[in-house]
């Protein structure tokens, strides 16, 4: 029986041109797995960032870190992946005498999520009409 190989299928992707490497940033090529998948959005926690940030307008750290069920740590390096990437911004105040950090999904982040759920309805198409 044969496997499915998710860079060899026989349907196209929905927005060909997110597959052509040759056509994206270099920043978006690097971050590619073989597969075609973003890794910067394909990791556990970092998904789960987008995704929260995606069904609210802005979260703060401790929302997040509650949220995901993560150490500030874990919280910490992912995010700062994810604003290195420009998915989300991340805007430091104090209130009060507290500091606080709130998280937003930019743009280009809402347009990664929405690649890369596309990308997976399609794989999970492909597999489910063998």
Do not use: W
């Not at 196209?12 to 040759?22: C, F, S």
């Not at 590619?32 to 979260?59: C, K, M, Q, T």
């Not at 937003?104 to 929405?114: D, K, Y």
């Amino acid at each position: 029986m044969a496997r499915f190989n998710p860079i060899i299928s026989s349907r196209p992707a929905r927005n060909p041109r997110a597959t052509r490497n040759h056509e994206l940033e270099p920043r978006e090529v690097a971050s590619r797995n073989a597969s075609g998948f973003d890794r910067l959005i394909h990791e556990r926690v970092r998904l789960g960032i987008v995704s929260a940030l995606a069904a609210n307008e802005s979260l703060s750290f401790n929302d997040l870190k509650k949220l995901l069920a993560t150490t500030d740590g874990n919280l910490s390096v992912h995010a700062r992946k994810l604003e290195e990437a420009k998915y989300i911004a991340c805007e430091k105040y104090f209130e009060g005498r507290m500091p606080k950090t709130v998280y937003r999904l930019t743009a280009a982040g809402r347009h990664a999520l929405e690649r890369y759920l596309d990308q997976m309805e399609t794989l999970i198409h492909s597999m489910r009409t063998r």
